[in-house]
């Protein structure tokens, strides 16, 4: 009968050579499509008109909204927030996913070494750990090994997270909120524009459809791409906290010696109705 010593580094060793444990990043296409659709749907309903794209091309207009907007991003945000709400939108694109049937599994896992030969017996494996958020949990299982200490720290980090993206969110949201606005003082500098040449009927005319482009520049700013990218984010963010929450309880039911099966069993709560867990053979150890 061979060990657990011997057992588990080979259990490990199959679940490092699966792709579908460890989080990879991918392309949102979601994401994509929605932006790609939005423009060509302008695109297309600009064509419709008979307007020329190239007569909303506004220096003026662009000037003022983008430049009006990113003053008000400047004011109202932190250099070092600004950053990692930049930093946020970036990862937007290409999104780390985590398969959490393959989490589940890695936890049970552990809960199996831990029931049977102790939890420091999971020390040696844990820079293997598949997600960093359990290597840091299980580290501090190890490390702290009292329960309501335990649960205090890792909600606390669940929590502070949470805040950040929060907060990432509403760096772009409050934005999105002023946009508009600004594209409003460009449309009224425009006018006042047009105005200085009334005695010109052709050019006010022309003057005042293209004052009104800076009106389209911050709707389009804050409606297609400001307000969006945020509501997106908190959507990560939440999809986050409930994989921090997964690991969370699966730490807790090793620290607490539960078996395995009830692990599992808890933790498919988890998991969404689009990927319900389908059967699985148990890791169990000889």
Do not use: W
Not at 167 to 179: I, S
Not at 242 to 259: F, P, Y
């Amino acid at each position: 009968m061979a060990t657990t010593e011997s057992v588990l580094p080979r259990r490990l060793a199959a679940q490092e050579s699966n792709p579908d444990s460890a989080p990879r990043k991918r392309l949102d296409l979601c994401l994509i499509a929605g932006i790609i659709i939005a423009a060509a749907a302008i695109i297309a309903g600009i064509s419709c008109t008979g307007v020329g794209l190239l007569y909303f091309l506004q220096p003026t207009g662009a000037a003022i909204v983008l430049g009006g907007t990113l003053g008000v991003i400047l004011i109202t945000t932190p250099g070092h927030s600004l950053l990692h709400s930049l930093r946020r939108v970036r990862n937007l694109i290409a999104t780390r996913e985590i398969n959490r049937e393959a989490m589940i599994e890695e936890i049970v896992f552990y809960s199996r070494a831990c029931r049977r030969s102790g939890i420091l017996s999971i020390e040696p494996m844990l820079p293997r750990a598949k997600h960093e958020f359990l290597r840091d949990a299980l580290q501090l299982a190890v490390d702290v090994r009292e329960r309501e200490e335990l649960r205090t720290v890792l909600e606390m980090e669940i929590r502070l997270a949470e805040r950040q993206g929060e907060a990432d969110a509403k760096a772009l949201e409050v934005a999105g909120g002023f946009a508009p606005t600004i594209g409003i003082m460009g449309t009224v500098v425009g006018l006042i524009e047009v105005l200085r040449q009334f005695s010109n009927l052709q050019s006010v005319g022309f003057g005042i459809g293209t004052a009104f482009v800076s009106t389209i520049y911050g709707l389009a700013l804050a409606n297609l791409l400001l307000l969006p990218a945020a509501h997106r984010i908190r959507a990560r963010v939440a999809e986050n906290f409930e994989t921090q929450e997964l690991v969370m309880e699966g730490v807790l039911a090793i620290v607490d010696s539960i078996h395995p099966s009830l692990v599992r069993a808890r933790l498919n709560c988890f998991l969404r109705g689009s990927n319900k867990p389908r059967d699985v053979e148990p890791h169990a150890v000889a």
